[in-house]
């Protein structure tokens, strides 16, 4: 009986997650029943788009006016737009004889109604719309439905717009190499090394510039795991480029350009940007580091939008780039873009990142909206990829993992020593995560690095969250059963986390007991490692779990981001600010010497010495 009653339980907590954090994660694209399509074309229906050339001054973005018209307007009618401009349906077979013709099998790359600041169009049928387009390496059109999004009828088809160069380079991306003075750039275009030799031309600013050769990646839709990722989602992620700038001096201001050499002699350059590199490991400056996860990505035109999808991600982006100044690495702790299988949105996520991402280093972590597929190694059997499997994010961006495929690695930049584990593997003792975990906390110079922060995605250690409230768990389950172990041995003084949509500060805990009451201000010896939860960044909000615990400090219902502020070895600042106004609404000071790292703690040190 009482092995029925646990499969009960089981089955009750799954429904119950799937009930109450359903929209979370669903990717708008999703809801449109695209293979559903019928056609339904009018003489009397229009819908143009204007202008016809963007970006002629090198512009990667512009708003174009989209205006149209129909004889019989409805609440349901909406316009998609589609890229490439030819959404040919000729690769699309029939799976039963209902379906009928166009039989489309590509997704929009993004959708609005018609009715959108058209307050007459249901009078009226005319209308129009401004929207935003990047460079996605191919042409755009623009269609007119009705039926609504669960079962559309084509009703009119634009002209044809484009990029005066489709295929120019794009969102650089900036990340830490594997040694301190290297710093990798990223980016996306549509020229393969057949058509083009890729590279960074770079140098101080003010100062000569070199050029360093670049590698470039792709993928199929065969190495895609399952639809949508495979089908509706499918669209070709032309070429991701990355070089290695190296032997770079710390802290001194370099620029650089992206570049292709098409094999005709002409050249193809990007606009110029800069950057400041990494300071010494271990040196002692003023260092301020970023870290939220569960961003995603939302259109600045209101487009893509039902159900406040991801309503905080454009004011975190905002926030970011209005503070760059003050900023010198970002930490993005996984659930980056949210595509789940509609590959157009990577592209749309790196546009909107460009302007942090291009300037100082965008460091990444793995998700569940990244890797988790059934089937695949995933350590979560759910299809929270889309059928993605890691591919987009393990392509898209860099990070000095020995292997990206295993998404874990650690940096050094200046006083803080960081070690980002993947918790959609295995990180459990034996594992191989396992001894990197250990490996990365254990190899740290405290005496010069004294500032040791733990990263992950999902809760690895304290969270109130509903869900993991109800599990009774507090945590992922097994999450900290033997890493608490770790955490307090090598004195980790802050470990923070994704996954669970709001913020929470703990208590500094061991075995789920306060070591040391929560405070804005702690001095002395390391006692026990604080836990944050900071996976506010945009996707939407989780509750809290009406069931109070001790060790809970502070929780807050908002999107927001924390920062880090070493300002010497003695003392870390840490902040927690909101997404709307970038204020500071919770935080703590770390103060100590040298001398207190070494003090031991509950089961810090080992448990004889030579003296004993």
């Keep these: 009986m009482r092995s029925h009653g646990l499969i009960l339980l ?108 058209n307050d007459d169009y249901n009078k009226t049928g005319r209308g129009s719309l401004k929207l935003q387009l990047i460079n996605q390496r191919a042409d755009f059109s623009f269609v007119l439905f009705s039926g609504g999004i669960s079962n559309p009828k084509l009703v009119a088809v634009s002209n044809t717009i484009s990029f005066a160069n489709p295929k120019a380079p794009v969102y650089p991306r900036l990340a830490q190499g ?29 100062g000569p510039q070199i050029r360093s050769a670049a590698g470039t990646l792709t993928f199929r839709r065969a190495h895609m795991c399952d639809s949508p990722a495979r089908t509706v989602g499918w669209r070709d992620p032309g070429f991701i480029h990355t070089s290695f700038l190296k032997d770079l001096w710390p802290n001194l201001l370099y620029t650089y350009k992206l570049g292709h050499r098409l094999y005709n002699g002409s050249y193809i350059w990007s606009q110029s940007y ?48 209005k503070d760059l100044k003050n900023i010198d690495i970002v930490f993005h702790i996984g659930d980056l873009s949210y595509a789940n299988g509609y590959l157009s949105q990577w592209d749309q996520f790196t546009a909107q990142v460009e302007p942090i991402a291009s300037t100082v280093p965008y460091m ?33 961006f860099y990070v000095p993992a020995e292997n990206r495929q295993k998404f874990w690695y650690k940096t050094d930049f200046g006083m803080f020593r960081f070690c980002i584990v993947d918790t959609e593997h295995d990180w459990r003792p ?64 802050i470990a923070l986390y994704g996954h669970v949509h709001n913020y929470e500060r703990t208590c500094p805990i061991y075995q789920s007991t306060c070591v040391r009451e929560a405070a804005h201000h702690y001095t002395g010896p390391f006692e026990a490692t604080t836990h944050v939860v900071v996976g506010g960044g945009g996707s939407s909000l989780a509750k809290f779990t009406p069931l109070r615990t001790r060790w809970s400090y502070y929780q807050d219902y908002d999107f927001g981001f924390v920062k880090l502020t070493a300002f010497n070895q003695s003392t870390l600042l840490l902040e927690y600010k909101k997404s709307r106004d970038g204020l500071v609404y919770d935080y703590f000071t770390i103060t100590r010497d040298y001398r207190d790292i070494l003090d031991c703690s509950v089961d810090s040190c080992s448990k004889t010495s030579m003296s004993s």
């Design 274 to 321: 800069t950057f400041r590199a990494s300071p010494y490991p271990g040196q002692d400056s003023l260092q301020r580091v970023v870290i939220f996860g569960d961003m995603g990505k939302a259109e600045a035109d209101g487009s893509n939008e039902y159900n406040n999808y991801q309503p905080g991600s454009l004011n975190t982006t905002y926030q970011l780039i």
């Design 10 to 117: 089981a089955i009750v907590l799954a429904l119950y997650c799937c009930s109450t954090t359903g929209h979370n994660g669903e990717q708008p694209l999703s809801k449109i029943a695209i293979h559903k399509t019928t056609l339904a074309t009018t003489v009397a229906a229009r819908i143009r788009a204007s202008p016809l050339v963007l970006g002629l001054q090198g512009q990667t973005s512009e708003w174009v006016t989209v205006k149209f018209s129909h004889p019989n307007p409805s609440n349901d009618d909406w316009v998609g737009v589609f890229s490439p401009a030819n959404f040919s349906a000729t690769t699309c077979e029939k799976e039963n004889f209902r379906e009928y013709e166009p039989l489309l099998c590509t997704a929009p790359i993004k959708y609005q109604y018609a009715n959108y600041k």
């Design 178 to 206: 594997k040694s301190w003075n290297e710093m990798a750039v990223t980016w996306t275009s549509g020229y393969s090394t057949e058509e083009a030799v890729p590279f960074v031309e770079w140098g101080e600013l003010g």
């Design 364 to 396: 990444v972590g793995s998700g569940n909206h990244e890797r988790d597929w059934p089937g695949t190694g995933s350590f979560y059997a759910n299809m929270d990829s889309g059928g993605e499997c890691g591919v987009l994010a393990e392509t898209m």
């Design 430 to 493: 034996g594992t191989e995560q396992y001894k990197f975990i250990e490996h990365c906390l254990s190899t740290a110079d405290r005496e010069k690095q004294p500032w040791l922060i733990f990263l992950a995605h999902r809760v690895l250690g304290y969270s109130s969250g509903e869900f993991y409230g109800i599990e009774g768990t507090f945590e992922e389950p097994m999450g900290r059963d033997s890493l608490q172990e770790l955490w307090q041995k090598y004195k980790v003084d």
